[in-house]
């Protein structure tokens, strides 16, 4: 199948600073990407979706000024956690839409801790 | 909205079958997929299952679809230590663009 690789893996921030992931499909244009949060013990929320070239759609609840996306090429999508908390350490999983498989592929991951 | 359930926990000894089941309510599904999930990792495909299928057989693994009730389970036969993880349930509808979790279940293999 189709690989989307996460950069970086596991990121540790001091709080009020920010972080920025990487999300990027390597073998297949994607022009829809997907951000999805998951809380220690609990299931994948979908936090925003991203289209190449436009403005990301954000899901009920989940702050744009917060979680900056940028989806810039048809093959990288960045999610920038701005001014980090505590409360925003979780994991964080992007996935790419293959248009022609009409499936989703999902990154490795990528772990924030916020001191 | 669209809803996956799923039950949260299953042990099962070395060496039995595993059955682990789902519910969903989207009837437009187009796939239905199983992921697996160990601990600090991401998520691992294991099988999927198109929506005109009833069943699907990859080795160890075995998904059966009731389309009629909006079930799916996934069986593993010969459970190993190994299958200890968390097994997430998930639909895709509109060619893709959605995708819906189930809260996932942690499977327990007890020696």
């Known amino acids: 199948g189709a690989v989307v690789s996460q950069h970086p893996s596991r990121v540790i921030c001091k709080s009020g600073t920010s972080v920025k992931i990487e999300c990027r499909s390597l073998?297949?244009?994607?022009?829809?990407m997907f951000w999805y949060r998951q809380f220690p013990k609990q299931s994948l929320m979908l936090m925003a979706t991203?289209?190449?070239?436009?403005?990301?759609?954000?899901e009920q609840g989940v702050e744009k000024d917060k979680f900056l996306i940028n989806h810039a090429s048809l093959t990288l999508s960045t999610l920038t956690v701005t001014s980090a908390h505590p409360e925003d350490s979780s994991f964080y999983i992007c996935?790419?839409?293959?248009?022609?498989?009409?499936?989703?592929?999902f990154g490795p991951g990528t772990r924030l801790l916020v001191l | 909205g669209e809803d996956v359930e799923q039950s949260l926990f299953l042990s099962v000894r070395e060496g039995d079958s595993s059955v682990i089941n789902c519910t969903y309510t989207?009837?437009?599904?187009?796939?239905l997929y199983w992921y697996k999930q160990e601990p600090g990792a991401g998520l691992q495909l294991l099988t999927y299952?198109?929506?005109?299928?009833d069943m699907k057989q990859d080795q160890r693994l075995t998904v059966l679809l009731n389309k009629k009730d909006k079930h799916l389970s996934l069986r593993i036969a010969d459970t190993q230590t190994g299958d200890s993880a968390i097994y997430f349930c998930?639909?895709?509808?509109?060619?893709?663009?959605?995708?819906?979790f189930g809260p996932g279940t942690r499977l327990s293999v007890l020696p």
């Open positions: 996935s790419a839409r293959d248009p022609g498989q009409e499936t989703q592929y």
């Open positions: 073998d297949f244009q994607a022009t829809t």
């Open positions: 991203s289209n190449e070239g436009s403005k990301a759609t954000y």
């Open positions: 989207d009837s437009s599904s187009t796939y």
């Open positions: 299952i198109f929506s005109n299928m």
């Open positions: 998930a639909e895709a509808y509109n060619y893709g663009q959605n995708f819906v």
